[in-house]
């Protein structure tokens, strides 16, 4: 499974990069990246580990701010993007989240935006962020939303999930959708009941200080059609767990 989601994420790359640096991705420049911000705070002087960084470019807004970034991502193709820009401060590495090349207690900030819902069994992972974490560590976690989430949502799509399906892990096949345009390849969106993380979070040694549920302003929803139809219900959800 590991393997077929590297090669999509190959497959994808290009696409993928094209729509974060031409902004294309709403859900992302209006919503949940500055609640992933909001989520973090200052920054300055912090070792922040990026993990599933994509292109790159919440490593480089948290550089921008003052942080020492780590970016890390199995997707070949994605590293070289992050790699190239030119406004590059950060450090990236082609790496699983699942073995991570890093020492123990490293960083002081573990930052995973839209990456669980691309892990198949993201158990091993938060074992590793909780390996590298020091002491006190906060990880990040922004991921579709596991109640309300389902095909099609960012098209209106809302539907209650049966419990015989909810209380089970669940793999989504789509192409990513974005702004018009449609990507190469397959992607699997996995989504797991809100007791998977709050248990195996608690086993890796971590505590939840937060959950909170990023959502468009009254304002966005009466004065865009855009955000009525694209967010039926809750889409996405951030937790925000402290290591013991």
Known sequence: MANLTRERWEANAHYWVKIIRERRDRYRTELTDAAVLDAIGPCAGLRVLDAGCGEGYFSRR???MGADVTGVDD???LIDAASSHPS??????RASVYDLPMGDAQFDLVLCNHLFSHLHDPTRAIGEFARVLKSGGRLILLTLHPCFYIENSEHGAMNSVPAAQYFVPRGIDQRFEVDGLESPSLITSWLRPLEYY???LRDAGFVIADLREPHPTEEQLREDPW???GFPTAMFMLLIAERR
């Open 227 to 229: 955000w009525r139809k």
């Open 62 to 64: 948290l550089s921008g």
């Open 198 to 200: 709050a248990g195996t």
């Open 75 to 77: 997707a070949q193709g």
């Open 88 to 93: 590059c401060e950060a450090a990236f590495t």
